[in-house]
């Protein structure tokens, strides 16, 4: 994070406004969470926020960014530019070890394997069983599939590894 500065705001004042800024399909997780904020810098015309979607055609992109933009003239920032960039590709090792808590809390087993649909052992986050199994390879969303525990019984979704 750099230590750059105007007048009113600072790079670490936007990274505090986007820790508020929640993905809409998970809305537990802030898009800092998610780790799809790549970085942000403060040029001439403003502030410069690069973001990576999680998918190329993910349908959350454009909430994220009327999100983002609205979070950031609530606060008084007006001159900003969003570069959307997709290349490298969001992978899920770019999420938080603390978003990846708030998924389990919220009832979506976090990506744990390097393996994008694990066959089982899939952690449940209901009882913490990994007496798991898959049911499908489609969950609630495209970045999700869908788990059962055999211990507990209870369906859930694993946030698919990639």
């Not at 500065?5 to 537990?28: G, K, N």
């Not at 992109?61 to 490298?88: C, D, K, V, Y």
């Not at 090792?93 to 394997?113: C, F, N, R, S, V």
Request: one cysteine or more; charged letters at 20%; glycine letters at 4%.
């Amino acid at each position: 994070m750099v230590m750059t500065s105007t007048t009113q705001h600072t790079v670490e004042f936007i990274y505090a406004i986007l820790e508020t800024v929640a993905d809409p399909e998970v809305p537990v997780l802030s898009i800092l969470d998610l780790g799809i904020v790549r970085d942000v810098q403060l040029k001439d015309d403003g502030f410069h926020i690069i973001i990576t979607p999680t998918y190329s055609g993910c349908p959350a992109t454009e909430m994220i960014q009327l999100q983002i933009r609205m979070a950031l003239l609530e606060n008084g920032i007006q001159h900003f530019q969003i570069e959307h960039r997709l290349s490298p590709a969001w992978t899920t090792d770019w999420m938080t070890e603390a978003g990846k808590q708030k998924l389990q809390a919220y009832g979506i087993a976090p990506p744990e394997k390097k393996f994008a649909i694990p066959e089982d052992g899939v952690t449940c986050p209901q009882c913490h069983s990994t007496n798991t199994r898959l049911v499908s390879a489609f969950g609630s969303t495209a970045c999700k599939a869908l788990y059962q525990c055999s211990d507990c019984k209870e369906p859930f979704d694993y946030f698919k590894c990639h």
